[in-house]
């Protein structure tokens, strides 16, 4: 079965930095897109960061240049890097992939569990 396992999350003060990581697992065939997604406390989940497989990236203006997103291929992974935070970076980050299993025949979307972002000011 397909999974995606984030990791990384905690609590920063404002200025710090942190880096998030999400690592698929399961039978894999291929991996499409990868993307990161956040919610805060009584808002919708908004897109973060994405990259394809190819290794473009597209960010949300307001991350653009605080926010790196990056993958391995070879480890099924995908990293956000943050720096500059702020307290209205304060979110659930959620990891998002366009993944097609081995016993599949195209691919399906997959969202991790969630890793909780706090950020003190």
């Known amino acids: 079965q397909v999974q995606l396992v984030e990791s990384g999350g905690g609590l920063v003060q404002a200025g710090g930095s942190l880096r998030l990581s999400c690592a698929a697992s399961?039978?894999?065939?291929?991996?499409?897109?990868m993307a990161w997604y956040h919610q805060a406390p009584g808002k919708q989940r908004e897109l973060v960061a994405a990259?394809?497989?190819?290794?473009?990236?597209n960010y949300t203006v307001s991350n653009q240049g605080r926010f790196t997103i990056s993958r391995d291929n070879a480890e099924k992974t995908v990293y956000l890097q943050m720096m500059s935070l702020s307290p209205e970076d304060t979110a659930v980050y959620y990891c998002?992939?366009?993944?097609?299993?081995?016993?599949?025949?195209?691919?399906?979307?997959?969202w991790g569990q969630g890793t909780q972002v706090t950020v003190s000011s």
């Open positions: 990259i394809t497989s190819g290794g473009s990236t």
């Open positions: 998002n992939a366009d993944i097609r299993p081995s016993n599949a025949l195209y691919p399906r979307n997959y």
């Open positions: 399961g039978s894999i065939f291929s991996i499409n897109a």
